[in-house]
């Protein structure tokens, strides 16, 4: 049986940390950031975790 790949997206998209939960980047933050804020576009540079609820939908997708 051939191997199961994981999808290039997700890999992408996410990483792991030491402890296991998956780290995103925020969104919001690709164009019209004349609109936005300071304060909100410096927020938005910042990672942030997956929620609880679609972690292990995103471990699938990796293959974790």
């Not at 997700?10 to 998956?22: E, N």
């Not at 780290?23 to 938005?44: D, G, P, Q, V």
Request: glycine residues 6%; charged residues 40%.
């Amino acid at each position: 049986m051939p191997k199961v790949k994981s999808r290039g997206g997700a890999k992408k998209r996410f990483s792991v940390t030491g402890t296991g939960k998956i780290k995103r980047e925020k969104a919001f933050r690709s164009h019209i950031l004349t609109s936005k804020s300071k304060k909100r576009k410096r927020k938005l540079r910042q990672s942030t975790l997956v929620s609880v609820a679609d972690q292990k939908r995103i471990m699938k997708l990796m293959h974790i």
